[in-house]
């Protein structure tokens, strides 16, 4: 099943954006961003660009 909305999300975005967003949310899943999330006050306007 997970293959399969892999695929539908690429035919819909197209392999480019599918693959940024594949990327972002291994950032967002990775213990880093955990760890930034967790040390940062809310309403922090700090950012990292990609």
Known sequence: MW???NRRVEA???AAAA???R???D???SQ???DAYV???AGS???SER
């Open 32 to 34: 880093d961003f955990l």
């Open 19 to 21: 693959e940024k967003l």
């Open 39 to 41: 040390s940062k006050p």
């Open 23 to 25: 990327s972002l949310a």
């Open 3 to 5: 293959v399969e909305a």
């Open 45 to 47: 306007t700090e950012s």
């Open 27 to 29: 950032d967002v899943a």
């Open 12 to 14: 819909i975005l197209g």
